[in-house]
T-cell receptor, first 112, second 114 residues
Framework: DGGITQSPKYLFRKEGQNVTLSCEQNLNHDAMYWYRQDPGQGLRLIYYSQIVNDFQKGDIAEGYSVSREKKESFPLTVTSAQKNPTAFYLC???????????FGPGTRLTVL | SQKIEQNSEALNIQEGKTATLTCNYTNYSPAYLQWYRQDPGRGPVFLLLIRENEKEKRKERLKVTFDTTLKQSLFHITASQPADSATYLCALEEPTGGGNKLTFGTGTQLKVEL
């Protein structure tokens, strides 16, 4: 089955620790995206990548970092510099220059 | 940057009726606009895309309109069912010179009652 996966579904970390969220897709999509969703708010773009070894900051990139070494993978690291990291994180992918985005199931990160 | 407004209050309707959700934007008119469905604790699922030169788009019981003069899109679900209960998100394209960066609204929660 083709799709986009995120792991883990739930993640707990202590304050001050970096944590990496996984995102993998086997849809052969060029573009990948990371969003953050807080209660009562829309999705906010953290980082996006349109091609391997290239990525751009979204609207709320501070405190986050990404890499895109492989077409299939776009991991997101939430660093200790992110002041309020507890949120629902969503990864998505799309065919470059096409429009529909396919979303993963999300990772709910709780920082204690 | 683009500001998108969707009704923050939940929309409650009776089964069989038509649900109408609104998406208003304030700045430039995007080349296209998309609607997604999101169930609690899950990722959004793409429903429909409408381009700026299209007035209306249909898919089964779904219909989307796009009025660039009013800066508004309407999303209709006809013959609504309890299974249609979810949050519906509107998303607009942001020009980036490549790719499709989207800005999402906060969504409107729809509840279809028996």
């Amino acid at each position: 089955d083709g799709g986009i996966t995120q792991s883990p579904k739930y993640l707990f970390r202590k304050e001050g620790q970096n944590v990496t969220l996984s995102c993998e897709q086997n849809l052969n999509h060029d573009a990948m995206y990371w969003y953050r969703q807080d209660p009562g708010q829309g999705l906010r773009l953290i980082y996006y990548s349109q091609i391997v070894n290239d990525f751009q900051k979204g609207d709320i990139a501070e405190g986050y970092s990404v890499s895109r070494e492989k077409k299939e993978s776009f991991p997101l690291t939430v660093t200790s510099a992110q002041k309020n990291p507890t949120a629902f994180y969503l990864c998505a992918s799309s065919i470059r220059n096409y429009n529909e985005q396919f979303f993963g199931p999300g990772t709910r990160l709780t920082v204690l | 940057s683009q500001k998108i407004e969707q009704n923050s209050e939940a929309l409650n309707i009776q089964e069989g009726k038509t649900a109408t959700l609104t998406c208003n934007y304030t700045n430039y008119s995007p080349a296209y606009l998309q609607w997604y469905r999101q169930d609690p604790g899950r990722g959004p699922v793409f429903l429909l895309l409408i381009r700026e030169n299209e007035k209306e788009k249909r898919k089964e019981r779904l219909k989307v309109t796009f009025d660039t003069t009013l800066k508004q899109s309407l999303f209709h679900i006809t013959a609504s069912q309890p299974a249609d209960s979810a949050t519906y998100l509107c998303a607009l394209e942001e020009p980036t010179g490549g790719g499709n960066k989207l800005t999402f609204g906060t969504g409107t929660q729809l509840k279809v009652e028996l």
